[in-house]
């Protein structure tokens, strides 16, 4: 008789037990924040850096940054910038161009970029299925260089 008893209170004490952790967990997930579905959430490789009409390059970009072809941007969901490939070409697109640690957004057919110091600049930027189009305006590209308006173009990697 007193195995019996042994068992039912055995028995008993499990049973609180997996009621007292069912019953103290709770659901404390944050709600995830909503997938930003805009087309320009993806990989980019520069292509090319081409004058925009009438304006021209003052150097050939190659000449003075050989990778600067494999150079990808990546427009992230969280709305950050990350780059890769080619370090050379991220120094000198970031001094006209904030790249490095930069925040996105699109609004009213401009991409904004914001700095680390959440200095932002505005560009016209035009999109169309995997090929992207940023104007940038009065840029000296090449440092010392006059400023002349560029489009950089990226493919979708």
């Known amino acids: 008789m007193k195995r019996t008893y042994t068992l039912s209170k055995a028995s008993l004490l499990a049973m609180f037990m997996i009621l007292s952790v069912v019953f103290a967990c709770k659901d404390d997930d944050e709600p995830t924040p909503p997938a930003n579905n805009d087309p320009i959430v993806a990989t980019w490789q520069l292509t090319a850096v081409a004058a925009a009409p009438g304006s021209t390059l003052p150097v050939d970009p190659v000449a003075l940054v050989p990778c600067i072809y494999s150079l ?37 057919g401009n991409l904004i970029l914001k700095d680390a110091s959440n200095n932002s600049k505005s560009f016209k930027y035009t999109l169309n299925g995997s090929d992207l189009q940023v104007s940038v305006d009065d840029a000296a590209v090449i440092p010392g260089s006059a400023a002349i308006d560029v489009v950089l173009k990226f493919k979708k990697v």
């Open 72 to 108: 990808k941007l990546t427009f992230k969901a969280d709305n950050t910038v990350a780059t890769a490939d080619c370090p050379t070409a991220v120094t000198l697109i970031n001094s006209v161009i904030p790249i490095s640690g930069a925040k996105w957004e699109v609004k009213d």
